[in-house]
């Protein structure tokens, strides 16, 4: 039996605990195989065939989906009073997922989710956040505690690095103070200034940094 066609659950069936997996797989079955009128006219030997159990596992389901208000059941009987036909129909409402149906959401979530939007997690995580001149400056005056050298130098390496992209060799960089403390190594008059450039000291506060590098006084 060949099978082409996909099924979506509305969040009410989806969620509904007092379902069994199969009575939602036969709900979706259902809704797929009505026709223009409404009604599924599938009898239950090939509905029990679809869903892979017993006929009388299937009117188990059939009643459980009834009571439930899923489906209702239309029945034609003889001028004898026996069944003629048994149509099934579904309860739209609860069913059949509207065009206009907001599909789940998470908080904070963008949309639309398409390939190569900026939200893309790959392009999120290869995309290098470059830093401003002003951290640079700060990072440099933290290194060396002069003024004058750390603006200019900011300006500089923020320049040389981002007309290359901001790449080291091939590679996008990732740690930029590391490429920051060996472009002061690099200047001869920060070597004069600092020969203990790269031992350890003490780590000047923000509070520090500020009032030393505006030239405000306690």
């Given at each position: 039996m060949?099978?082409?066609?996909?099924?979506?659950?509305?969040?009410?069936?989806?969620?509904?605990?007092?379902?069994?997996?199969?009575?939602?797989i036969?709900?979706?079955?259902i809704?797929?195989?009505?026709?223009?009128?409404?009604?599924?006219?599938?009898?239950?030997?090939?509905?029990?065939?679809?869903?892979?159990?017993?006929?009388?596992?299937?009117?188990?389901?059939?009643?459980?989906?009834?009571?439930?208000?899923?489906?209702?059941?239309?029945?034609?009987?003889?001028?004898?009073?026996?069944?003629?036909?048994?149509?099934?129909?579904?309860?739209?409402?609860?069913?059949?997922?509207?065009?206009?149906?907001?599909?789940?959401?998470?908080?904070?979530?963008p949309?639309?989710?398409?390939?190569?939007?900026?939200?893309?997690?790959?392009?999120?995580?290869?995309?290098?956040?470059?830093?401003?001149?002003?951290?640079?400056?700060?990072?440099?005056?933290?290194?060396?505690?002069?003024?004058?050298?750390?603006?200019?130098?900011?300006?500089?390496?923020?320049?040389?690095?981002?007309?290359?992209?901001?790449?080291?060799?091939?590679?996008?960089?990732?740690?930029?103070?590391?490429?920051?403390?060996?472009?002061?190594?690099?200047?001869?008059?920060?070597?004069?200034?600092?020969?203990?450039?790269?031992?350890?000291?003490?780590?000047?506060?923000?509070?520090?940094?500020?009032?030393?590098?505006?030239?405000?006084?306690?």
């Amino acid at each position: 039996m060949q099978k082409s066609w996909y099924a979506v659950l509305t969040s009410e069936v989806l969620y509904d605990k007092n379902l069994k997996d199969k009575e939602k797989i036969l709900i979706a079955i259902i809704n797929n195989l009505r026709n223009e009128t409404g009604y599924c006219y599938a009898n239950n030997k090939y509905l029990s065939d679809l869903l892979n159990c017993s006929t009388s596992t299937l009117k188990r389901h059939l009643t459980t989906l009834e009571e439930n208000g899923y489906i209702s059941r239309v029945i034609e009987l003889t001028s004898t009073g026996a069944v003629k036909h048994r149509f099934l129909t579904v309860n739209e409402n609860k069913v059949d997922p509207s065009p206009k149906m907001n599909l789940p959401r998470f908080k904070n979530e963008p949309t639309p989710r398409f390939k190569n939007e900026p939200h893309n997690n790959k392009l999120i995580n290869n995309k290098y956040n470059k830093p401003t001149i002003e951290e640079i400056e700060t990072y440099f005056f933290e290194k060396t505690g002069n003024m004058e050298l750390s603006k200019n130098e900011s300006v500089k390496f923020y320049n040389y690095n981002d007309s290359k992209n901001w790449m080291v060799g091939t590679t996008k960089m990732t740690r930029w103070k590391s490429a920051a403390s060996n472009w002061l190594l690099k200047k001869t008059e920060f070597k004069k200034e600092k020969k203990g450039f790269g031992q350890k000291k003490e780590k000047l506060s923000a509070a520090k940094i500020i009032q030393l590098k505006y030239g405000i006084s306690n």
